[in-house]
């Protein structure tokens, strides 16, 4: 099973961009993505590993940290396994390698968001 994000970039202060993270392999290796929680996390240079944001396995339920809550959206489309997060009004403290993660099951690779003018 694999966890590709994708959509990271640079980006100046109050734009927005859109991560994707694509699953791979979960039929195959006999899982099933709907029925996996998925979350957002994020390091920062320095800093510890931040959980930015999740989703329940349906799509019907999702937390936010208070540092992104009213400007990032995660959603997913489980016919497409894939999860999302529209990231809006981005702040240069935003910058940060974001991953997602599948929970308990796998981390994908990372992608890069630098927020800067």
């Known amino acids: 099973v694999q966890l590709v994000e994708s959509g990271g970039g640079v980006v100046q202060p109050g734009g927005s961009l859109r991560l994707s993270c694509a699953a791979s392999?979960?039929?195959?290796?006999?899982?099933?993505?709907?029925?996996?929680?998925m979350t957002w996390y994020r390091r920062a240079p320095g800093k510890e590993r931040e959980l930015v944001a999740r989703?329940?396995?349906?799509?019907?339920?999702?937390y936010y940290a208070d540092s992104v809550l009213g400007r990032f959206t995660v959603s997913r489309d489980n016919a497409k396994n894939t999860v999302y997060l529209q990231m809006n009004s981005l702040k240069p403290e935003d910058t940060a390698v974001y991953y997602c993660?599948?929970?308990?099951?796998?981390w994908g690779q990372g992608t890069q968001v630098t927020v800067s003018s």
């Open positions: 392999g979960f039929t195959a290796s006999g899982f099933t993505f709907s029925r996996y929680g």
């Open positions: 989703i329940s396995n349906a799509g019907g339920s999702t």
């Open positions: 993660y599948a929970v308990g099951l796998v």
